[in-house]
């Protein structure tokens, strides 16, 4: 079956870096496109970062833009999400998740175009 597993949160100071994993299974990797989402507590789920079935195009949220990455490599059905210049409010868990539709800009961040969701990986930026 589908699967997709998250690693590589934990504890960093403000400013720092982390490098997330997604590894997926159970499905045609590079036939999919895959996003990176968050959710803090008491607030909704945001999109982070979205990325088209052969790394060509790439979709960032505004709060990331600039300082998060998103990358695959297909060899290894994996998808990364590299964070730099950390912030205390990208305090979240981070999921990743595969697109089920025709990746573009206007869907890209819609989490209903997502239909298979990892269990997510928590980051925690101190101050």
């Known amino acids: 079956q589908v699967q997709l597993a998250e690693s590589g949160g934990g504890l960093v100071q403000a400013g720092g870096s982390l490098r997330l994993s997604c590894v997926a299974s159970?499905?045609?990797?590079?036939?999919?496109?895959l996003g990176w989402f968050r959710q803090a507590p008491g607030k909704e789920r945001e999109s982070v970062a979205a990325v088209s079935r052969f790394g060509v195009n790439r979709y960032y949220g505004d709060p990331v833009k600039g300082r998060f990455t998103i990358s695959r490599d297909n060899a290894k059905n994996t998808v990364y999400l590299q964070m730099n210049s950390l912030k205390p409010e990208d305090t979240a868990v981070y999921y990743c998740a595969r697109n089920g539709r025709a990746l573009s800009g206007s869907n890209w961040y819609n989490s209903g175009s997502y239909d298979y969701w990892g269990q997510g990986t928590q980051v925690t930026v101190s101050s």
């Open positions: 159970g499905f045609s990797f590079s036939s999919y496109a």
